[in-house]
């Protein structure tokens, strides 16, 4: 099992920046396994939707909805993964959860191994 945890979440301004970080931990073996890690949102009565993913070869993706405003990056020694949002939108309000699996081809899917518990952002206009 991997457990994951966010922290970073909280209340911005429109046009400001946060960062999310996610810390993996587990067994050795469940560790190793993490091919692909990735942030994932689900606002107010929609669907849990691909912010930005990164596999382990370092290839990155992105919702076309935050390329060039968002970054994601990981840390393989220390089991994390972070999200830099700059230029925040009141849209982009919504729970930010941090997920991981062993084998993810398709980053649009939702029917990842691991998830966190989720962190708040909110943005006000």
């Known amino acids: 099992q991997v457990q994951l945890v966010e922290s970073g979440g909280g209340l911005v301004q429109a046009g400001g920046s946060l960062r999310l970080s996610c810390a993996a931990s587990?067994?050795?073996?469940?560790?190793?396994?993490?091919?692909?890690m990735g942030w994932y949102r689900q606002a107010p009565g929609k669907q849990r939707e691909l912010v930005a993913g990164?596999?382990?070869?370092?290839?990155?993706f992105y919702a076309d909805s935050v390329k060039g405003r968002f970054t994601i990056a990981r840390d393989n020694a220390k089991n994390t993964v972070s999200l830099q949002m700059n230029s925040l939108k009141p849209e982009d309000t919504a729970v930010y959860y941090c997920?991981?699996?062993?084998?993810?081809?398709?980053?649009?899917?939702?029917?990842?191994?691991?998830w966190g518990q989720g962190t708040q952002v909110t943005v006000s206009s």
């Open positions: 990164i596999n382990g070869g370092g290839t990155t």
């Open positions: 587990g067994s050795i073996g469940s560790i190793f396994s993490i091919n692909y």
């Open positions: 997920a991981a699996d062993r084998f993810h081809t398709n980053p649009a899917a939702t029917n990842l191994d691991y």
